[in-house]
């Protein structure tokens, strides 16, 4: 209260004055009580009683003004003020009008805050009323109801002076039925820039413009050429659809002079969106991507919007600075992975915006920076670093904001934005009376800069990272209502990172100490960093396998970087879900390739082959893999004549492959055999599979038993030889060569028998060779004895 006292030139309003006259009665009536003392207490009492009923009164009623046009008034406009007043009180408020009070002139930028966080304070000076025909009146206000109003009123009207911001309050005076007496109960102060005259020199303002979104693709692609992509979710296509957040950003801001900050993630998500891609819906299930007209068109647009505009590009996956360097540096190969998100930027933007972009600057969260940060920052490349003045804050007592270019050592540059106009448009804007009054502010601000020094100096605006869409509306009619301004002029950031530095301006990086506590509490964790290092060695292993390593390298790269986001902060659970999300994908992919499971085998002889199955289930094939087959009893059985043998694999994809191995057994029983394949640096791949191998030896009993049926099918072929032998010499001495046999003289020798005669032959035979004694060796016929009778005409004889 003492801070806002009534300002020179003024006279104090009738809430002031009211107060002041009931303090006089109080202090009246204590004094009295010690006068009278016993019968004097009751008016005392009764006194306190009106003066806390009189408190309770105060500020019934909320005035919200909703619009000030112009904002930025010059000679000849007329400046209207709408709004509406509202009573939220228990009591109707009678005879009731709104006026306009032009406060002081505000010369700091430290008076504006302070005016604006006790806006609705009744007691504070709110400055004359214009009066007259410059105010609107209600006979009545219902609790609980709200009446607009409008005023106009020509800005010689206001008899504004000198050039600076003055404060302009919207009141609502009126009575009660408790307190039938004019006062002020309700208020609502906003700030009034002028500035008719164009200034000597213009404050150079360079406002950052962001294009960054949370991560949501994930590292699964499909098995198509194209490696369809996999969305978490349809946030995305919502942001960028018409009226989403990301569309206003764009539309909003290709009419303005702004630095473009972009997250290539962002513009690569989107470009994946134009063709076939998925969505991630219940459980495991994908549906198909619908929105591909939609991001073709933002991405239409926002290479129009940036095409005579500077663009920024961040590391890919707008990588968390601070988070990486308190607790992820520690990590090994965390480090890496930022200089990887930062190497892929120019070939990430420029296909897609065709602009190529500035790589070298990083932008901590909120620009708070310590030295592990700057460290981290400058370590993939980046030489400038955008900070904010709440961090880097000014030491020697200036009564001026300095240029925002600051040298911190190593070749380094500090940009630091302004914190104030930095974070001007945070909150909740969705209302007119927020956003205006956000926009009054921010212009107050700015001019009272302007016109601290004659100095030219350079200004950055780096607001929140990702501004909802009430917020960038703001921010685009406060930038609009700068640029017609008299007193500022836009900048690119590098430009700004040019300019001359301020050597009274601090360039001290605060301790680790001072970093923000708050900021502190929402950074990833240590074992956030854990996760993805391991990750991270899976991958490694896995791809040295892959003959088309960059259908793998390259997805799970670009997730593990979005695992790094700066968007995780205050979403600790689902950053884990996403880190864990690509580690699970990760592994089922290396489990693709793997061997064949085997039940026991059977080992029948001294040696024997082994076939052991390599299976890959993946589209693509697989090389540089080293299959070895153990031994875990070389005693007694080996393989490829040691305790082990390797062989190389290459498997094509979606096919498997058996592996043969040469085993050889020194003894009888049950041996353990290990199969296991490793890459060909020596680090094993998949898990081992492990079986029996059960050897069996050809015993002596065995080969005397084989033996002795050889024997047998020997003997009985020489029986058959000899028996063949003996019948042909019994019928050679029954017809010797060159006699006539059949006693006709006709030296034809003997005919040949007919059918009949063949049959008694051999009847007559064997007549002759039953009677004739039979030697134990002979076998025993094993068929009746044939009929005498002539067999028929075309019958088969058996011999």
């Given at each position: 209260?003492?801070?806002?006292?009534?300002?020179?030139?003024?006279?104090?309003?009738?809430?002031?004055?009211?107060?002041?006259?009931?303090?006089?009665?109080?202090?009246?009536?204590?004094?009295?009580?010690?006068?009278?003392?016993?019968?004097?207490?009751?008016?005392?009492?009764?006194?306190?009683?009106?003066?806390?009923?009189?408190?309770?009164?105060?500020?019934?009623?909320?005035?919200?003004?909703?619009?000030?046009?112009?904002?930025?008034?010059?000679?000849?406009?007329?400046?209207?003020?709408?709004?509406?007043?509202?009573?939220?009180?228990?009591?109707?408020?009678?005879?009731?009008?709104?006026?306009?009070?032009?406060?002081?002139?505000?010369?700091?930028?430290?008076?504006?805050?302070?005016?604006?966080?006790?806006?609705?304070?009744?007691?504070?000076?709110?400055?004359?009323?214009?009066?007259?025909?410059?105010?609107?009146?209600?006979?009545?206000?219902?609790?609980?109801?709200?009446?607009?109003?409008?005023?106009?009123?020509?800005?010689?009207?206001?008899?504004?002076?000198?050039d600076g911001v003055y404060q302009l309050a919207v009141s609502l005076s009126g009575e009660t039925a408790a307190q039938p007496w004019e006062r002020i109960l309700g208020i609502q102060r906003t700030f009034l820039p002028w500035q008719p005259e164009e200034a000597r020199k213009r404050t150079k303002t360079t406002v950052l413009w962001p294009l960054i979104s949370s991560s949501h693709v994930t590292a699964e692609t499909g098995s198509d050429e194209q490696q369809t992509p996999v969305f978490r979710d349809n946030d995305l296509a919502k942001e960028i659809s018409p009226g989403g957040r990301l569309d206003r950003m764009v539309s909003l801001g290709k009419d303005l002079d702004v630095t473009w900050v972009v997250d290539p993630d962002l513009l690569a998500s989107v470009d994946a969106m134009t063709d076939r891609y998925e969505v991630r819906g219940e459980g495991d299930t994908t549906v198909p991507g619908r929105n591909q007209d939609v991001a073709k068109r933002w991405l239409a647009e926002v290479q129009k919007a940036v095409a005579d505009n500077e663009v920024v590009a961040l590391p890919f996956g707008d990588p968390d600075l601070a988070s990486l360097a308190h607790n992820g540096t520690s990590v090994g190969g965390s480090l890496k992975h930022l200089k990887e998100a930062t190497d892929v930027v120019v070939n990430t933007v420029e296909p897609i915006l065709h602009v190529t972009p500035t790589t070298d600057f990083a932008w901590p969260v909120d620009g708070a920076v310590d030295p592990s940060i700057i460290k981290v920052a400058t370590s993939a490349g980046a030489d400038k670093v955008i900070a904010r003045s709440d961090s880097l804050k000014e030491t020697d007592g200036l009564s001026y904001t300095p240029s925002a270019a600051r040298p911190i050592g190593g070749g380094t540059t500090a940009v630091v934005a302004d914190a104030t106009l930095s974070t001007a448009f945070r909150g909740d804007l969705t209302k007119a009376s927020t956003s205006t009054l956000a926009t009054q502010r921010f212009l107050a601000q700015s001019l009272t800069l302007g016109l601290q020094t004659g100095k030219e100096r350079s200004i950055v605006v780096a607001p929140q990272r990702m501004p909802s869409a009430s917020q960038a509306q703001t921010m685009a009619e406060a930038l609009a209502a700068l640029r017609k301004g008299t007193w500022s002029e836009s900048q690119d950031l590098t430009d700004a990172a040019k300019a001359k530095p301020d050597p009274a301006a601090a360039t001290r990086v605060p301790s680790a100490g001072a970093y923000p506590s708050a900021l502190r509490k929402q950074e990833l964790p240590r074992a956030a960093y854990e996760q993805i290092a391991r990750t991270q060695g899976k991958l490694d292993k896995f791809n040295v396998i892959l003959s088309d390593r960059s259908r793998v390298v390259t997805p799970f790269g670009r997730a593990l970087n979005r695992a790094m986001s700066a968007s995780w902060r205050g979403r600790v659970a689902e950053a884990a879900t996403y880190r864990s999300g690509v580690e699970a994908y990760l592994d089922v992919l290396i489990d693709q390739v793997k061997l064949i499971d085997k039940s026991e085998t059977k080992l029948s002889g001294r040696s024997a082959t082994i076939p052991v199955t390599v299976q890959n289930n993946l589209v693509q094939g697989v090389e540089h893999l080293v299959l070895r087959l153990s031994s875990t009893n070389p005693t007694r059985l080996e393989i490829g004549g040691a305790a082990y043998e390797e062989q190389p694999v290459t498997v094509s994809g979606g096919h498997s492959q058996s592996v043969k191995f040469t085993t050889s057994a020194n003894a009888n029983g049950r041996a353990t055999v290990v199969a296991q394949l490793f890459t060909e640096d020596g680090r094993p791949y998949g898990e081992p599979v492990v079986f029996d191998v059960k050897v069996t030896e050809i015993t002596a009993t065995v080969m005397l038993v084989i033996g002795g049926g050889v024997l047998l099918l020997v003997l009985a072929g020489f029986r058959m030889y000899t028996q063949r032998k003996r019948a042909a010499a019994r019928r050679a001495e029954d017809g010797p060569d060159g006699t006539d046999d059949d006693g006709d003289g006709n030296g034809e020798g003997p005919r040949k028998p007919t059918a009949p005669e063949v049959r008694l032959t051999e009847e007559s035979e064997t007549g002759s060779r039953a009677d004739a004694p039979q030697q134990p060796s002979d076998p025993a016929p094993d068929t009746a004895s044939e009929s005498p009778d002539p067999s028929g005409t075309g019958e088969r004889v058996d011999r």
């Open positions: 209260m003492a801070e806002a006292a009534d300002f020179q030139g003024t006279s104090p309003s009738p809430a002031r004055r009211w107060a002041r006259r009931s303090g006089a009665l109080l202090a009246a009536a204590l004094l009295l009580t010690g006068l009278l003392q016993w019968s004097s207490a009751p008016s005392a009492d009764a006194a306190a009683q009106d003066t806390l009923r009189a408190a309770s009164d105060t500020g019934s009623v909320t005035v919200s003004v909703d619009s000030l046009t112009p904002s930025v008034p010059s000679e000849g406009d007329t400046v209207t003020v709408s709004g509406t007043v509202t009573n939220k009180g228990r009591q109707a408020v009678t005879d009731a009008h709104v006026g306009l009070r032009v406060g002081p002139l505000m010369n700091t930028r430290s008076g504006i805050d302070t005016v604006a966080r006790n806006s609705r304070d009744i007691l504070s000076p709110a400055g004359r009323e214009l009066g007259g025909k410059y105010t609107e009146e209600f006979s009545e206000l219902t609790p609980g109801v709200s009446q607009r109003f409008s005023i106009s009123v020509p800005v010689d009207e206001l008899d504004l002076g000198q």
